[in-house]
C-alpha cells in the first residue's frame, strides 16, 4: 500500500533511551526480551494521562479499578474486583455461528435436557456466517440445525439464510458475525458479550468486555446466562499523534504485537486509548480490538465516547451505561506509541508477530490478493482499497485479486457508496476496472479455509501469496497463516 512513499522508520534502540525501568515490576516482559523488541514508535512509558479522563459510573466502587474490571464487576454485582479472582458473570449477549452453534446446542441439551429452554431467547444471537455458499451437506447441515433450534426457542435473534443461490433474497441474512453484532445493535458499552469465536474481542472496540469461548462453556451459558471468568490485568496503550492517511488501524495493532509479541497479551485485557484511538472510527476500532487475541489478548477494549454514542445512535434502543478506567487503576504494564511516524506494516507468514515494513516487502512475489474477513472486510477497508487503485492512475492487478464483503451491507455500500476523490464512482466501480473478481457473497469465504468449493480458497499449493488488510488464512485455519497487509 503506497509504502514506497513513506519515509524511514528507526532502527530498534537501547533501553535507556524509552525508560524501560518505568515499566511495572509485573510485566510478564523479561530486560532481555524488552530491549530487543522496544522501537523508537515508543517513545515513552509513564503514568496514564489524567487530563482526558471522564468520571466513573459505577459509583458503589471505593477502590480504582480498570474499565475491564468494572465491567465484570458490576455484571458479577461486585462492589470491587482485582485480576486473578474468579467471578460468575451475567451474559448480556451470547453469540453463536454455524461452526460452533451445533456443537453449542449438543452440550446444552446433553447436560440441560432435550425439553430444556435457553435462559433468555432475547439475548442469544445466532448468527450463520463461515460455511454458507456451499454445497457440502454437512456444512449445510449445521445451518438447518440452527434453524430447527431458533424455531423451537423462539431465538428472537437469528440472521438465517435459505436461498444460497442469491443472498440478497435473504434480508435476515448479514454475514460476519463480529461485524453483523455490531451492524445489528448488539454490541454495546458496559456489558458482557460473549461468542464461540475467538475474534468475539471485536467487540471491545464498543466498551464492552467481549471475548471468544469454547462450545461447552457456551452451553453451560445457554442454561444458565452464566460463566465463572477469570479477571484479566489490563496493558494499556497509548497511541497519540495525528495517524497519517496511509495508516488503517491494521497498521497499529500489528505495531503492537510485533511489539509484545503473540503471547504478550495472554490473558489480558489491552485497553486503547489517546488522541489517535479517539480520532478512529468505529469500524477502525473494531479492527484494533479484532486482533488482540493474536497477542493471546483476553478481551480488548476502547473507552466509549462521542463516536461510539453516535454510531448506536439507530441502532439499539436497549440502555446501557459505559464505564471507565479509574485515574488511579492500575496497569499491569503501559506502552505509548507516536503514530505519527509509524509506517505502513505487513506481518509476514506465519506469525502475526512476524512485523516488517510495508516497503520492506517490495519485492515479495504475490500469486493472489484477497480483501475480506471481520478484520479487512468492513466497508472503510474496501475504501482504503478502492483509494489506491485510484492513486495507481488506472493500473490493472496482476494477480487474482478476491473481494469479499464482510456483510450484506458492506456488499451494499462496495455497490453504492462514492469513493471520495473519484468523481462519483463506488468501489464496485473502481475494482471491475482495475480487473478485480466481482465482489462475492458475504460470509467468511476463504479466512477459516470452508469446503472446497468455497469462494476464493487456495486448493493447491502457491509458492507465495498475500492477504491484503486480512490476517487470516485461505485453506488452514492456524496453519496458512501467511499475513500480508
Ligand atoms: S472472517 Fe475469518 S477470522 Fe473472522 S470470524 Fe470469519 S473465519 Fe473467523
Redesign the pocket.
Known sequence: MASSAIACSTPFIKKEDVGLSAFSSQSSFSMRNATKSVSRKIVSVMAPQQSERKPATTGSVKTAMTMTEKILARSSEKPHLSPGENVWVNVDVLMTHDVCGPGSIGIFKKEFGQNAKVWDREKLVIIP??YIFTTDERANRNVDILRDFCMEQNIKYFYDIKDLGDFKANPDYKG???IALAQEGHCRPGEVLLGT?S?TCTAGAFGQFATGIGNTDAGFVLGTGKLLLKVPPTLRFVMDGEMPDYLLAKDLILQIIGEISMSGATYKAMEFVGSTVESLTMEERMTLCNMVVEAGGKNGVVPADSTTYKYLEDKTSIPYEAVYSDEQARFLSEYRFDISKLEPLVAKPHSPDNRALARECKDVKIDRVYI????G?KTEDFLAAAKVFLASGGKKVKVPTFLVP?TQKVWMDVYSLPVPGSGGKTCSQIFEEAGCDTPASPS?GA??GGPRDTYARMNEPQASYTYFLLE?KLTD?GKNRSFMK
Not at 475480506?372 to 478484520?375: M, R
Open positions: 456466517d463461515h460476519v458475525c463480529h469465536d475474534h475480506g474477513s471481520c478484520t472486510g464482510a467468511c479466512c477459516l487470516h485455519h
